[in-house]
């Protein structure tokens, strides 16, 4: 008799894990209603292209319910798959950990301190924990690094500044490989590449590969691979709760931003993957980067995520909302989409962020919005965590739109210096063109900066 209960207990335990179990599915074409009632709902969205498919993370009991009330969706991945496909990586040096990309760094700039300055910009939020005296952090003690590539690397010269940012997103891993294939490219070839050798002497290059070290910790080690948020610990209870249906710990890097910060596409639920938290740049990962844009002089940037094989551009805050710099930056973010090849072919797909879905406090919109930088996201391959077949691949086929991003100021861009014509000190002024500064649209206002008074306007 007792060991029939066992048997029983065992099987009712398996079925209840199961059921807890995550997948994604996909909903292949689906109309407007279909849409808006898993992207308004409380569900997480793992990735959306317009007029193929929409894909949502759920338990497989969730799965059965949604099929249960008449809707067409199949699983299309698994936490299983993305667990087998980190394994799968070891072999081919990547995924990276972040003790592995702190090492990577630090060896670059051992390795050419002429153009490379690894610089600690911020602290996560499990180490601000953890020095608060928080012993659960303890594995979450991370830096936000930074490396800046510059020909006079230890000097601010008066040079236009790019940046590329990985892993905003936790379970975006790819993001981070993609950030140090572009810095290795420019590092091995610097001094022999003519087009690369120019690039790194007339600009300033940043790479920040991990945004989010805690959120990456926690998928890397498999704690919750659907992880996206960072680890703030909004239940209080001391320590990083994985979550089964909700996440109940963590705010989204990508909605802390400050333009339009709490609009639509953004949660005040501390459980939602999109929880936008407390108020505007709550977290010290999104400070970090904050106080890096505007402490250089920024023109153009990406952010990498994954993923559905788009590049994005600013507005995304609401449905039609349009950059007054809409045909330079559309014009920019179609070159970079087109020159990426898609896994099963094709290309990757350029659009406006609001056209794929609203979303406020992100990346691109205070990037753009707030320093008039041309701000994208590139949303990587067609998985989270794509299997070690197409890692390589991927990063691969997304060097060319970061080439062109970076080659992009050369031409069509409106430049020079404002000074005191009696002292000859820089002047910060406002730099208005006709047409695009006049249109009802809006950012802030182009100006030239305070150190050199020099400005930059990417033009059509």
Not at 153 to 161: C, H, I, L, S
Not at 172 to 184: C, D, H, Q
Not at 331 to 343: F, H, K, R, Y
Not at 414 to 431: M, Q, R, Y
């Amino acid at each position: 008799m007792k060991k029939s209960v066992l048997i029983i207990l065992a099987i009712v335990f398996s079925i209840a894990v199961f059921s807890q179990e995550k997948v994604i599915i996909r909903f292949q074409n689906p109309d407007q209603i279909t849409f808006k009632t898993f992207t308004s709902a409380k569900y997480d969205v793992a990735a959306y292209k317009p007029g193929e498919y929409l894909d949502i993370v759920v338990t497989e009991a969730g799965y059965q319910k949604i099929l249960s009330q008449g809707y067409q969706a199949e699983i299309v991945n698994t936490t299983a798959q993305m667990a087998t496909n980190l394994g799968d990586v070891d072999d081919i040096n990547g995924y990276r950990t972040y003790a592995e990309a702190l090492e990577e760094l630090q060896q670059i700039a051992a390795d050419n301190p002429e153009i490379c300055k690894l610089i600690d910009i911020g602290d996560s939020r499990g180490k601000e924990y953890y020095e608060a005296a928080y012993g659960n952090y303890e594995d979450y003690q991370h830096d936000i690094w930074a490396i800046k590539l510059s020909d006079n690397v230890n000097v601010e010269e008066d040079e236009p500044a790019v940046y590329y940012f990985g892993a905003h997103h936790a379970r975006e891993p790819i993001s981070t490989e993609t950030a140090f294939y572009v810095l290795n490219y420019l590092v091995d070839n610097y001094g022999t590449d003519p087009e690369v050798t120019e690039n790194v002497n007339t600009k300033e290059i940043w790479f920040v590969p991990i945004v989010n070290p805690d959120g990456h910790e926690v998928v890397l080690n498999q704690l919750n691979l659907d992880w996206r948020k960072n680890i703030r610990d909004n239940d209080g209870n001391g320590s990083v709760t994985p979550g089964s249906w909700g996440y109940p710990d963590g705010v989204d890097p990508n909605r802390n931003y400050g333009w339009h910060w709490g609009g639509e596409g953004a949660s005040s639920d501390p459980e939602s993957q999109t929880y936008h938290g407390p108020e505007v740049f709550s977290e010290p990962e999104l400070q970090a980067i904050r106080d890096l844009l505007a402490d250089n002089h920024f023109v153009a940037g990406i952010s990498y995520h994954s993923y559905s094989e788009l590049v994005l551009w600013p507005y995304g805050y609401t449905s039609n909302a349009v950059a007054p710099d809409v045909d330079a930056i559309s014009d920019l973010g179609t070159m970079v989409g087109e020159s990426i090849p898609g896994i099963y072919g094709g290309h990757y797909t350029p659009e406006p962020s609001w056209q794929l879905y609203p979303a406020s406090g992100v990346t691109d919109d205070w990037a753009y919005g707030n320093h008039g930088i041309f701000a994208y996201t590139v949303e990587l391959g067609v998985e989270f965590i794509p299997p070690a077949s197409q890692v390589y691949q991927i990063v691969e086929d997304n060097l060319d739109g970061a080439m062109i991003l970076l080659n992009r100021i050369n031409y069509s861009t409106l430049t020079g210096h404002i000074t005191n014509s009696v002292t000859g000190e820089p002047v910060v002024a406002e730099i208005f063109v006709e047409g695009v500064d006049d249109t009802g649209l809006y950012r802030e206002p182009y100006a030239s900066d305070e150190e050199f008074g020099t400005y930059y306007r990417m033009l059509t």
